[in-house]
């Protein structure tokens, strides 16, 4: 029966031309199997060879055992659903179910076990470490009464470049002595890929955050579907590339984000980052997109000046944002986390029918509206609304990074909330994540007056995130045991300096002289 079924699943998503599938399930230890082998079937046909297919497998069986044994009362008969699909760099699986709320925090705990203490930790501790070794990417997500969700993605086992490959020094290499040259700008060739990748190791190492630049297959694969949309700067004479510099959609808005730019050290000054900007912003408006930002590093001003210049404006600075990166022919301290400032243009004027902001917030979060030509109402709500209804579930959605940073989005506010976030943020701190990031709605009323519950936590006042359809989410953020060091921060603008002084005097863990 079980190869019966294994065939008719390699037929149904080859005739299907590997769409999404679905697979139902009842919640029954004995028919995880069923999902295994129709699984590994996708993702045999995808070019997964069988080391990953075993990965994928264990995986599910642990994702699936958990899910079965633990989020069901005794006697609980439910489906479990999971839909398998493409996605541009792999497979993606997501599994849905309506049991007992997933325990995030227990989660992350077995997360951060090191290898050293596997042998302390019980069975579905370990299980929930080969998760996070075998997935490249793992989002929980808990919907209330709606059950909860597990997003699982592993990437095609594509090579990262090879050191031995790295393009040499270039014998000058200093700024002042770059010479005048003429290239020209224009979208990448595939065949390029690797150039690309090669350059992005010479330029950063293996720092840079956006690590899929590391990877030629995936670079390729992703330009193919303008995922990462990338554009190169070409020197006329030789033909030689000397700059890179990509659109990819931003994480958390429906924005087009500028980044991914780097220039051949022995370039840097010839103003191509400045033209391949220009030449981005020229063919987003074309494309007829809501508008554009960037990230911009503050441990010196240079990308938020390039930034300005474009017309991007300042909205939110995310403090401890990433491991320093480390640029080649740039000499700085990297001792401390870099910071962030997040940076966006409208090409249209934007227009917020209600937003409900703190009231002790209302001044700055008025003047970063109207720093980005935001036309917007702001109202304070001081008071719980007498209709809420007392018995709805929080809808939380969490994500960790690379960078020991955790993302906690508040979907929707129930009874629970407070409890809900307080919970986690305590988890990531026993962990040892270095920042907490709490995103929270300005179009619900409860942000306006649960914010000072949630800044007596610990958080404090980041900015604010633009989100999708148009709306805004307000940033707090919770540095873990952190005294940062404001004053290695650098700024291009009058705001800039003014939003970093703004954000420095509500962290709770700074000392005013």
Same mark, same amino acid.
């Given at each position: 029966?079980? =190869?019966?079924?294994?065939?008719?699943?390699h037929?149904?998503?080859?005739?299907?031309d /590997?769409?999404?599938?679905?697979?139902?399930?009842?919640?029954? #230890?004995k028919?995880?199997?069923?999902?295994?082998?129709g699984?590994? &079937?996708?993702?045999q046909?995808?070019g997964?060879?069988e080391?990953e297919?075993?990965?994928?497998?264990l995986?599910?069986?642990?994702v699936?055992?958990n899910? #079965?044994?633990?989020d069901?009362?005794?006697?609980?008969?439910?489906?479990v659903?999971?839909?398998?699909?493409?996605?541009?760099?792999?497979i993606g699986i997501?599994?849905?179910?309506?049991?007992?709320p997933l +325990?995030?925090?227990?989660?992350?705990?077995?997360?951060q076990?090191? *290898?050293?203490?596997?042998?302390?930790?019980?069975?579905?501790?370990? !299980?929930?470490?080969?998760?996070?070794?075998?997935?490249?990417e793992v989002?929980?997500?808990?919907? !209330?009464k709606?059950?909860q969700e597990v997003?699982i993605?592993k990437?095609?086992?594509?090579?990262?470049i090879?050191?031995?490959?790295?393009?040499p020094?270039?014998? &000058?290499g200093?700024v002042?002595?770059?010479p005048?040259? +003429?290239?020209?700008i224009?979208?990448?060739? =595939?065949?390029?890929?690797?150039?690309i990748?090669r350059? @992005?190791?010479?330029?950063?190492?293996?720092?840079?955050?956006?690590d899929?630049?590391?990877?030629?297959?995936r670079? $390729?694969q992703?330009?193919?579907?303008?995922e990462?949309?990338?554009y190169v700067a070409?020197?006329?004479?030789?033909?030689e590339?000397?700059?890179?510099? @990509?659109?990819i959609?931003?994480?958390?808005s429906?924005?087009k984000?500028? @980044?991914v730019?780097?220039?051949?050290p022995a370039?840097?000054? &010839?103003?191509?980052?400045n033209?391949?900007s220009?030449?981005?912003i020229?063919?987003?408006?074309?494309? !007829?997109?809501? %508008?554009?930002?960037?990230?911009?590093?503050?441990?010196?001003?240079?990308?938020?000046?390039?930034?300005?210049?474009l017309?991007?404006k300042e909205?939110?600075?995310f403090?401890?944002?990433l491991t320093?990166l480390?640029?080649?022919?740039i000499i700085?301290?990297?001792?401390?986390? +870099?910071?962030?400032l997040y940076m966006c243009r409208?090409?249209?004027i934007?227009?917020?029918? /209600?937003v409900f902001? *703190?009231?002790?917030?209302?001044?700055?979060?008025?003047?970063?509206?109207?720093?980005? =030509?935001?036309?917007v109402?702001?109202?304070?709500?001081?008071?719980?609304?007498?209709?809420?209804?007392?018995e709805r /579930?929080?809808v939380?959605?969490?994500?960790?990074d690379?960078?020991?940073?955790?993302?906690?989005?508040v979907?929707q506010?129930g009874?629970d909330v407070?409890?809900v976030?307080?919970k986690?943020?305590k988890?990531?701190c026993?962990?040892?994540?270095?920042t907490?990031?709490l995103?929270?709605?300005?179009?619900? *009323?409860?942000?306006?007056y649960?914010?000072?519950?949630?800044?007596a936590?610990?958080?404090?006042?980041?900015?604010?995130?633009?989100?999708?359809?148009?709306k805004?989410?307000?940033?707090?953020?919770? =540095?873990?045991?952190? $005294?940062? @060091?404001?004053e290695k921060?650098?700024f291009?603008?009058?705001? %800039?300096?003014?939003l970093?002084?703004?954000?420095r005097?509500?962290?709770?863990?700074?000392?005013?002289?």
């Amino acid at each position: 029966m079980l =190869l019966y079924r294994f065939y008719l699943f390699h037929e149904l998503v080859t005739k299907f031309d /590997m769409e999404k599938t679905i697979i139902s399930i009842h919640n029954d #230890i004995k028919l995880i199997n069923v999902v295994m082998a129709g699984t590994v &079937s996708y993702a045999q046909i995808l070019g997964f060879g069988e080391k990953e297919c075993r990965h994928i497998e264990l995986i599910l069986e642990e994702v699936l055992s958990n899910v #079965i044994k633990y989020d069901y009362m005794p006697g609980q008969n439910e489906n479990v659903e999971i839909e398998i699909e493409t996605s541009t760099l792999g497979i993606g699986i997501r599994i849905k179910s309506k049991g007992i709320p997933l +325990d995030i925090d227990a989660i992350k705990t077995f997360e951060q076990v090191k *290898p050293e203490d596997i042998l302390n930790h019980e069975a579905h501790g370990l !299980g929930i470490l080969l998760i996070k070794n075998f997935a490249d990417e793992v989002i929980y997500t808990n919907k !209330g009464k709606n059950g909860q969700e597990v997003w699982i993605e592993k990437y095609l086992p594509y090579n990262q470049i090879n050191h031995d490959e790295i393009l040499p020094p270039v014998a &000058s290499g200093k700024v002042e002595e770059t010479p005048k040259i +003429d290239f020209y700008i224009r979208r990448i060739n =595939l065949e390029e890929a690797p150039v690309i990748s090669r350059l @992005a190791y010479y330029t950063y190492n293996l720092s840079y955050i956006y690590d899929h630049i590391y990877y030629p297959e995936r670079v $390729k694969q992703l330009n193919q579907t303008n995922e990462l949309m990338s554009y190169v700067a070409v020197n006329k004479i030789n033909e030689e590339i000397i700059g890179h510099c @990509a659109l990819i959609q931003d994480e958390f808005s429906d924005l087009k984000e500028m @980044a991914v730019a780097f220039v051949n050290p022995a370039y840097r000054g &010839s103003g191509c980052l400045n033209e391949l900007s220009k030449f981005q912003i020229a063919d987003i408006e074309k494309m !007829g997109l809501a %508008g554009v930002c960037a990230h911009a590093v503050t441990k010196h001003p240079y990308s938020q000046k390039a930034a300005a210049g474009l017309g991007l404006k300042e909205t939110a600075l995310f403090i401890s944002r990433l491991t320093a990166l480390q640029m080649n022919k740039i000499i700085d301290d990297n001792s401390e986390r +870099d910071s962030l400032l997040y940076m966006c243009r409208y090409f249209n004027i934007h227009r917020h029918e /209600m937003v409900f902001v *703190p009231f002790h917030h209302h001044e700055i979060i008025a003047k970063i509206f109207s720093n980005i =030509l935001t036309e917007v109402h702001l109202f304070e709500t001081v008071s719980p609304n007498n209709n809420h209804d007392g018995e709805r /579930m929080s809808v939380i959605e969490t994500k960790g990074d690379a960078y020991s940073c955790f993302h906690i989005f508040v979907k929707q506010y129930g009874n629970d909330v407070l409890k809900v976030v307080n919970k986690t943020l305590k988890a990531s701190c026993v962990n040892r994540i270095e920042t907490v990031y709490l995103y929270l709605p300005l179009d619900c *009323p409860e942000t306006s007056y649960l914010c000072t519950d949630f800044e007596a936590m610990g958080f404090f006042f980041g900015g604010l995130q633009p989100g999708n359809e148009g709306k805004t989410w307000l940033l707090l953020q919770y =540095l873990n045991n952190q $005294k940062y @060091a404001y004053e290695k921060l650098h700024f291009c603008s009058d705001f %800039g300096q003014e939003l970093m002084e703004y954000i420095r005097n509500h962290d709770p863990n700074y000392e005013k002289d």
